[in-house]
């Protein structure tokens, strides 16, 4: 078995020696498939975003927070859609969005640093490796990478960190540098990886973006703000739509830390879903003609709290949602163990129990559409995944 | 004659050198740095004329009668009001001489997070910081724990003004109960660590006895400011990490805040962030062991522990172990280059890169490492506002001179060579502020 530490060493030192120099031809990657994740930072609601109807004890548990029945759009027998997410409900009913219900990463913990670490790291446990699953994915994938992955927004989501180049995009509020002063910065950071490396990929990046978006004018602001999801994956959308563009993006919305005042069909948390579901509204129609070829996987880091809290909110929980999106998804289903919201089928007698793992849903994700053998799968990206346990049924198309 | 050693206190200290500074520090760079710890804390007068948080929170109370009055309060009084506190901050920052201690107000308030990303905490964020980090920077952490865990703002931005206990007088009346938020943050961020060896059964324990911590309502004597409510407090007994707290209100909490400012682990936790903060990304362990070893010995003397990392020899040996943070950068940029025309074109430059003050992300703060800060985006960023201050100082500077004055023995040759080679004075200036000796510390 390849060790961690020859990976990285192997991996880096490909990408020290590319010759990202400026103006570097943009080609296409080497695969069609389209992969967007969507990281939802603070823990969002998943029993108010798709709320269990079927479940006898839903309605007691829930009280107070509970949106009025007929209210909520109808996925199954069973469970429902807040209705603030209506923009993408054509997607469920043309088969091509599924939901994911009572799922969360491996470790049991209320920490939103932690669990997002796991959610992040592809590791069992927080903290126990450094870069995060999608870039080492990205690095399986294409080996000579640096235009496959982007990151959208001002940081690199530590999701996508690592040691595999990858592309990033924000909207510019002042102009662009000089040519000249980039490329004597080049020179001056020569004996600095950490600088030197960000500016080759950035300058990279820049190439790509700019010859797909050109000189487009995008919503700026605090990108870090909920309120601009939509502008990220609007950009998101068409650089991975384009044949010279990237092809795996990561895009993270914060705002779903629902400790007070939740609200039920109105509130902060409709708010919050009504961005969701029009930013991924957005992405979707951007990415209509690679469609057939798309993935798209919302996760966050954990559920909350079945019951409400003193403040009319919830607080951290353990199961949780996630949602499938593409032409490439076997959707039109919720695709859950269900483990029940009965008293004792509760973890820690509080939360909605995890009956399905982060990690293998990755997984099926990696394999099935991006043919990465399991066997790299299990060695190299999710290490110690043997036994995590996949949401039922068929997932993508293939 | 300037030396490494200045440099190393100005920059990884301090927030970098005023022009010509580093000649002045440089006679004995580790005294001007304790000196710093003794003294009053030189930033105080920018301060002076600011309203206390209780005051603010005492009009928020009057305007709060319509939905138009708020909005017209929020509008006309608190937005005004944030960016004059930003603009004071930033100004001391500037034209501190006590940089060291800046610099260590701005570590415990990103440590104690409050954040304008929940709106109601925008007017009071600032104040926050000047009463409840800013005296005991040099003190003991207990006592900044208990005065920031006791402030309107941390209460309100984590939500304790809204924790009730299920069988306090209003829980049982109202059928209302805890709200957890701000007891696990405490155990998780502020104190003992996410692996400090606590459990979900104590921060419930925690969060019992927080209850009844709020803020005072109008009509109470101390209104806008701390008010114990024994109406919603947790009756009965709690048990804390095995130690069990009689029933006792107010002092409950209290107590525990004072046992968990005590603990190992949060020695340990704390050691972790300053060597973190101060000598290295991934600090060395033994560093880190001394530096916890103090805090148990002085009883979490902070002051105690910002000599201590003075004194380490790890820092004096390694220059440019660190890159500068996005603020850090965006204030030793205006320290070198002098104060903007604008107050406005620093506060746009903290938000151009991410770190408009007051607006972190989560509870946690800002992250402290390079690989949080260095993203291909967030480079290029830095690189274009750099040469956006270098085109507004042009006139100001030679930046050869500056580059030896503000480096001194730092600068490499190809730096220096670079920027004597540069086709104009903005792009040789715009090359010292993006150079890797000018972007770490």
């Given at each position: 078995?390849?060790t961690?530490?020859e990976f990285?060493?192997?991996a880096s030192?490909?990408?020290?020696s590319?010759?990202?120099v400026?103006?570097?031809?943009?080609?296409?990657?080497n695969?069609k498939?389209?992969?967007?994740?969507?990281?939802?930072?603070?823990g969002?609601?998943?029993?108010?975003a798709?709320?269990?109807?079927?479940?006898?004890?839903?309605?007691d548990?829930?009280?107070g927070?509970?949106?009025?029945s007929?209210?909520t759009?109808a996925?199954?027998?069973n469970?429902?859609?807040?209705?603030s997410?209506?923009p993408?409900?054509k997607?469920y009913?043309?088969?091509?969005?599924?939901i994911i219900?009572?799922?969360?990463?491996?470790q049991?913990?209320?920490s939103?640093?932690?669990a997002?670490n796991?959610l992040?790291?592809?590791?069992?446990?927080?903290?126990?490796?450094?870069d995060?699953w999608?870039?080492?994915?990205l690095?399986?994938?294409?080996?000579?990478a640096?235009?496959l992955?982007?990151a959208?927004?001002y940081?690199?989501?530590?999701?996508m960190?690592?040691s595999?180049?990858?592309?990033?995009?924000a909207?510019?509020?002042?102009?662009?540098s000089?040519?000249?002063?980039l490329?004597?910065?080049?020179?001056?950071?020569?004996?600095d990886?950490?600088?030197?490396?960000?500016l080759?990929e950035?300058?990279?990046?820049?190439?790509m973006?700019?010859?797909v978006?050109g000189d487009?004018?995008m919503?700026r602001?605090n990108?870090?703000?909920?309120?601009?999801?939509?502008?990220?994956?609007?950009?998101?959308?068409r650089?991975?739509?384009?044949?010279?563009?990237a092809?795996v993006?990561?895009i993270?919305?914060?705002g779903?830390?629902t400790?007070a005042?939740q609200?039920?069909?109105?509130?902060?948390?409709?708010?919050?879903?009504?961005?969701?579901?029009?930013?991924?509204n957005?992405?979707a129609?951007?990415l209509?003609?690679?469609?057939?070829d798309?993935v798209?996987?919302v996760?966050?880091?954990?559920?909350?709290?079945?019951?409400?809290n003193g403040?009319?909110?919830t607080?951290?929980?353990a199961?949780?949602?996630?949602?499938?999106?593409?032409?490439a998804?076997?959707?039109?289903?919720?695709?859950?163990?269900?483990?029940?919201l009965r008293?004792?089928?509760?973890?820690?007698g509080?939360?909605?129990?995890a009956?399905?793992?982060?990690r293998a849903?990755f997984?099926?994700?990696?394999?099935?559409?991006?043919?990465?053998?399991?066997?790299?799968?299990?060695?190299?990206?999710?290490?110690d995944?043997?036994?995590?346990?996949?949401p039922?049924g068929?997932?993508?198309?293939? | 004659?300037?030396?490494?050693?200045?440099?190393?206190?100005?920059?990884?200290?301090?927030?970098?050198?005023k022009?010509?500074y580093?000649?002045?520090?440089a006679?004995d760079?580790q005294?001007?740095?304790?000196?710093?710890?003794?003294t009053?804390?030189?930033?105080?007068p920018?301060?002076?004329?600011?309203p206390?948080?209780?005051?603010?929170i005492?009009?928020?109370?009057?305007?709060?009668?319509?939905?138009?009055?708020?909005?017209?309060?929020n509008?006309?009084?608190?937005r005004?009001l944030?960016?004059?506190?930003i603009?004071?901050r930033?100004?001391?920052?500037?034209?501190?001489?006590?940089?060291?201690?800046e610099?260590?107000?701005r570590f415990?308030?990103?440590?104690?997070?409050v954040?304008?990303?929940?709106g109601?905490?925008?007017g009071?964020?600032?104040a926050f910081e000047r009463?409840?980090?800013?005296?005991?920077?040099?003190?003991?952490?207990a006592?900044?724990?208990?005065?920031?865990?006791?402030h309107p703002?941390?209460?309100?931005?984590?939500?304790?003004v809204?924790?009730?206990?299920?069988?306090?007088t209003?829980g049982?009346?109202r059928?209302?109960g805890?709200?957890?938020?701000?007891?696990?943050?405490i155990l998780?961020l502020?104190?003992?660590?996410?692996?400090?060896?606590y459990?979900?059964?104590d921060v419930?324990?925690?969060?019992?006895?927080?209850?009844?911590?709020?803020?005072?309502?109008?009509?109470?004597?101390?209104a806008?400011?701390f008010?114990?409510?024994?109406?919603?407090?947790?009756?009965?007994?709690?048990?804390?990490?095995?130690?069990?707290?009689?029933?006792?209100?107010?002092q409950e909490?209290?107590r525990?805040?004072?046992?968990?400012?005590?603990?190992?682990?949060?020695?340990?936790?704390?050691?972790?962030?300053l060597?973190?903060h101060f000598?290295?990304?991934?600090?060395?362990p033994?560093?880190?062991?001394?530096?916890?070893?103090?805090?148990?010995?002085?009883n979490?003397?902070?002051?105690a522990?910002?000599?201590e990392?003075?004194?380490?020899?790890?820092?004096?040996?390694?220059p440019?172990?660190?890159?500068?943070s996005?603020s850090?950068?965006?204030?030793?940029?205006f320290?070198?280059l002098?104060?903007p025309?604008k107050?406005k074109?620093?506060?746009?430059?903290l938000r151009?890169l991410?770190?408009?003050p007051?607006?972190?992300?989560?509870?946690?703060?800002?992250?402290d490492?390079?690989?949080?800060?260095?993203s291909p985006e967030?480079?290029?960023?830095?690189?274009?506002?750099?040469d956006?201050l270098?085109r507004?100082?042009?006139k100001?500077h030679d930046?050869?001179q500056?580059?030896?004055?503000a480096?001194?023995p730092?600068?490499?040759?190809?730096?220096?060579?670079?920027?004597?080679?540069?086709?104009?004075?903005r792009?040789?200036l715009?090359l010292?502020l993006?150079?890797?000796e000018?972007?770490r510390?």
């Amino acid at each position: 078995m390849t060790t961690r530490r020859e990976f990285l060493i192997g991996a880096s030192a490909t990408a020290l020696s590319s010759t990202a120099v400026p103006g570097l031809a943009v080609a296409a990657a080497n695969t069609k498939k389209r992969f967007v994740l969507v990281v939802l930072r603070g823990g969002m609601d998943g029993l108010a975003a798709f709320p269990p109807l079927g479940d006898p004890n839903y309605s007691d548990l829930r009280d107070g927070l509970l949106q009025a029945s007929d209210n909520t759009i109808a996925l199954d027998q069973n469970f429902a859609m807040h209705k603030s997410l209506t923009p993408i409900q054509k997607y469920y009913r043309s088969g091509d969005m599924a939901i994911i219900h009572a799922i969360a990463v491996p470790q049991r913990t209320r920490s939103h640093f932690d669990a997002q670490n796991v959610l992040e790291n592809g590791a069992a446990k927080a903290h126990m490796l450094q870069d995060g699953w999608l870039n080492r994915a990205l690095g399986v994938i294409d080996k000579s990478a640096g235009r496959l992955g982007l990151a959208v927004g001002y940081d690199t989501p530590p999701v996508m960190r690592g040691s595999t180049p990858i592309a990033s995009w924000a909207p510019a509020r002042i102009p662009p540098s000089p040519e000249h002063l980039l490329n004597s910065l080049g020179r001056l950071y020569q004996a600095d990886p950490i600088f030197n490396r960000a500016l080759k990929e950035g300058r990279r990046a820049q190439a790509m973006t700019g010859s797909v978006l050109g000189d487009t004018k995008m919503k700026r602001g605090n990108m870090r703000n909920p309120g601009r999801f939509k502008t990220l994956a609007e950009a998101a959308g068409r650089l991975l739509a384009a044949d010279q563009g990237a092809r795996v993006a990561v895009i993270e919305m914060g705002g779903w830390d629902t400790h007070a005042n939740q609200g039920a069909e109105a509130g902060r948390l409709a708010r919050n879903l009504g961005l969701l579901g029009n930013g991924l509204n957005e992405l979707a129609g951007r990415l209509k003609p690679v469609w057939r070829d798309t993935v798209i996987c919302v996760v966050t880091e954990f559920g909350r709290t079945v019951r409400m809290n003193g403040s009319k909110g919830t607080d951290h929980g353990a199961g949780g949602a996630a949602i499938l999106l593409g032409g490439a998804v076997a959707g039109g289903r919720v695709a859950t163990h269900w483990p029940s919201l009965r008293q004792d089928a509760l973890f820690g007698g509080r939360d909605l129990a995890a009956t399905s793992d982060t990690r293998a849903l990755f997984k099926t994700i990696m394999h099935q559409h991006f043919d990465i053998p399991n066997g790299i799968l299990e060695r190299k990206i999710f290490p110690d995944s043997k036994g995590a346990v996949p949401p039922p049924g068929k997932l993508v198309r293939t | 004659m300037t030396s490494v050693d200045a440099f190393i206190a100005a920059n990884r200290f301090g927030l970098g050198p005023k022009r010509g500074y580093l000649g002045g520090i440089a006679a004995d760079p580790q005294s001007w740095l304790l000196r710093q710890l003794g003294t009053e804390d030189g930033a105080l007068p920018y301060f002076n004329d600011l309203p206390r948080s209780e005051e603010i929170i005492q009009e928020w109370m009057q305007a709060r009668g319509s939905r138009e009055m708020r909005k017209m309060f929020n509008k006309d009084r608190i937005r005004p009001l944030f960016f004059k506190e930003i603009r004071r901050r930033n100004r001391a920052a500037i034209e501190t001489d006590t940089p060291f201690r800046e610099r260590l107000v701005r570590f415990w308030s990103n440590h104690f997070t409050v954040s304008k990303t929940k709106g109601r905490i925008r007017g009071i964020a600032g104040a926050f910081e000047r009463e409840a980090i800013r005296p005991y920077v040099a003190g003991n952490f207990a006592e900044m724990l208990v005065a920031v865990t006791k402030h309107p703002a941390m209460l309100v931005y984590l939500d304790n003004v809204s924790s009730i206990g299920p069988n306090s007088t209003v829980g049982l009346r109202r059928g209302r109960g805890l709200n957890e938020n701000l007891a696990r943050e405490i155990l998780e961020l502020h104190t003992l660590g996410v692996n400090g060896g606590y459990t979900q059964t104590d921060v419930i324990a925690l969060a019992k006895m927080l209850t009844g911590w709020t803020v005072a309502p109008k009509r109470h004597s101390n209104a806008g400011g701390f008010w114990f409510n024994d109406r919603r407090h947790e009756p009965d007994s709690k048990t804390l990490l095995g130690r069990r707290y009689p029933e006792d209100g107010q002092q409950e909490a209290e107590r525990a805040l004072r046992n968990l400012a005590q603990h190992p682990s949060t020695a340990q936790f704390i050691a972790t962030k300053l060597a973190r903060h101060f000598v290295a990304d991934n600090p060395p362990p033994a560093v880190v062991k001394q530096l916890q070893k103090k805090y148990l010995e002085t009883n979490g003397n902070l002051g105690a522990m910002a000599r201590e990392l003075v004194a380490l020899p790890a820092i004096w040996n390694k220059p440019l172990t660190k890159i500068k943070s996005p603020s850090g950068l965006v204030i030793s940029a205006f320290r070198m280059l002098g104060p903007p025309d604008k107050p406005k074109h620093m506060i746009h430059a903290l938000r151009l890169l991410g770190q408009l003050p007051f607006s972190a992300p989560s509870p946690a703060g800002w992250p402290d490492t390079a690989k949080d800060w260095i993203s291909p985006e967030s480079l290029l960023r830095r690189v274009e506002l750099m040469d956006l201050l270098a085109r507004r100082n042009t006139k100001r500077h030679d930046p050869v001179q500056l580059a030896e004055q503000a480096l001194g023995p730092i600068a490499r040759i190809e730096t220096l060579t670079a920027l004597k080679q540069a086709p104009s004075r903005r792009a040789a200036l715009s090359l010292l502020l993006s150079s890797p000796e000018f972007q770490r510390r």
